[in-house]
């Protein structure tokens, strides 16, 4: 556990106050080391613990997602009340409402979690210099602690994966919170005090029960919808996960790309907003796998190796944490140039190279190309919130393929995907688009268009998958 705490504002630690745990991106209880360690330093000291999330602007976001997180938010607050910890829910930047409270609470001690991505990697680099308290970063959304996998941008998935997987023994483990029971108490009118010292309004989560009154609050458009299949919440990430346990696992090594079988978990946009803890998921996944639970679901698997958890284990570890090796050590991470010289030197060379078909934002957006597995792919990301995994990099493809020049098609992609993606914003959403245009990838043989950008087609899903139902099922739903 010590190498996921690291000291951030090395200032005395207050003896009195309350410890505040601003709770960002790690929106759960379970394996939350982050409130586990908030815990244990207001027990230390016998002073009351507040959590605090605010609810605030996020680049792109919109109303599919505050939705998703909204409901999880929801679940977390009653889960915190349970155990008696107050959740105080802000509408406001966090650059005004923790340093503001963390000095009207006169607060011993600042806490949240390590950030990846550049906004909240921004709003904590406001936060921690206008602290008078002590602050703690936890790092609690990545199972290896990234400066353990790697202490630079990493190449591709073979420059991390013998580290990441001879240490993830070590922190697949289990996680107890410290009870909370005991703590002193900070009072009924806690919310009105913090409302006093900041410009931020406080909300009681039974204030907001319709998506119609989260799109008021936060000023955002109807559309697009929330995602009539993906519920958010903690209880939805243990129900998914418990699914694909049961169903998916022990077909995931030969069945997980085929988009018409729908083998995967499900987890990246519970993942996304801290619902869930990839550590939990990959203990959760081990034990089932090896116990006698999955014997008893599947008693025909005695004498199967372990493949398809190590297949589990490598996209949930190995391919997630590249990507936040990415967004991390790679400031560019959601722009064009961002991309490996190889892979910007070839697309140049065939920048004016013709293509087969050219579509416009909106054409493609709406789902109007010629190429019916592309079509179905993009619907059901509008309609869900979720494209199939193997889909996401035939999509991004042909995006590239048809779109004028390569860095135009790179921004619609990007876009495209974090306006519809559940997941839209993760740093396996930015890894996952890049990789189309040559991230983390090797060259390949020259091509048009694509130059040694790997290149993918129709035929290669029609010969491998069952593609006709999947087209079928989203073009004709
Ligand atoms: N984090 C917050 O602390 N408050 C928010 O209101 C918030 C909104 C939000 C909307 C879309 C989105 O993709 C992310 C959002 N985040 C917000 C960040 C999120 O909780 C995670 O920290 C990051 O996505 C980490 O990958």
Not at 40 to 67: D, G, I, M, S
Request: proline share 8%; aromatic share 12%.
């Amino acid at each position: 556990m010590e190498q996921r705490i690291r000291l951030v504002n090395p200032k005395p630690m207050g003896d009195s106050g309350p410890v505040l745990y601003w709770m960002q991106a790690a929106q759960r209880i379970r394996h939350n080391y982050a409130l586990g360690y908030s815990i244990e330093l207001a027990a230390k000291k016998q002073v009351p613990l507040v959590v605090v999330f605010c609810l605030t602007a996020f680049p792109e976001a919109n109303l599919r997602h505050y939705w998703f997180m909204w409901q999880g938010i929801r679940e977390t607050a009653a889960n915190l009340s349970d155990l008696g910890i107050p959740l105080v829910i802000y509408h406001g930047h966090p650059e005004d409402c923790i340093p503001g409270l963390a000095r009207r609470l006169d607060a011993s001690a600042v806490v949240t979690e390590k950030a990846y991505l550049r906004t909240p990697r921004h709003w904590r680099s406001a936060i921690y210099p206008a602290l008078d308290c002590q602050a703690v970063e936890v790092e609690s959304e990545v199972v290896v602690p990234l400066h353990l996998a790697s202490t630079k941008e990493a190449y591709s998935a073979a420059s991390i994966r013998r580290r990441v997987t001879s240490m993830w023994n070590h922190y697949i483990s289990d996680y107890e919170l410290p009870s909370p029971a005991g703590l002193p108490s900070l009072g009924d009118s806690l919310p009105d005090r913090l409302e006093e010292a900041t410009n931020a309004r406080s909300l009681q989560p039974s204030s907001i029960t319709q998506p119609d009154q989260l799109a008021s609050l936060l000023g955002l458009s109807p559309t697009p919808g929330i995602s009539p299949v993906f519920q958010g919440g903690a209880t939805q990430a243990q129900a998914h996960l418990d699914h694909f346990l049961n169903t998916g696992l022990h077909r995931f090594a030969q069945d997980r790309s085929d988009p018409s079988l729908g083998v995967q978990s499900n987890l990246s946009p519970y993942l996304h907003f801290g619902q869930i803890s990839p550590v939990d998921a990959a203990l959760q996944a081990s034990q089932f796998w090896k116990g006698p639970q999955n014997r008893r679901f599947n008693p025909q698997l005695q004498a199967v190796p372990l493949e398809p958890l190590d297949a589990f284990l490598e996209e949930l570890i190995v391919r997630r944490e590249l990507s936040f090796n990415y967004v991390y050590y790679n400031p560019r991470y959601d722009e064009y140039e961002g991309l490996p010289s190889w892979a910007l030197k070839t697309l140049a060379e065939h920048r004016e190279d013709p293509r087969p078909y050219e579509y416009s934002y909106q054409e493609l957006e709406a789902a109007q190309t010629h190429d019916p597995y592309w079509n179905a792919s993009q619907r059901e990301m509008v309609i869900t919130g979720k494209m199939a995994g193997y889909m996401r990099m035939y999509w991004g493809k042909k995006i590239l393929e048809w779109t004028r020049d390569p860095k135009t098609a790179f921004n619609t992609a990007l876009k495209l995907n974090n306006t519809y993606e559940l997941d839209g914003r993760d740093p396996s959403s930015f890894a996952g688009v890049a990789w189309c245009f040559g991230k983390h990838d090797r060259p390949w043989a020259q091509r048009a268009i694509f130059g040694t950008v790997r290149y993918m087609n129709d035929r290669g899903l029609e010969r491998k998958f069952n593609i006709r139902d999947y087209a079928g099922h989203w073009n004709h739903p």
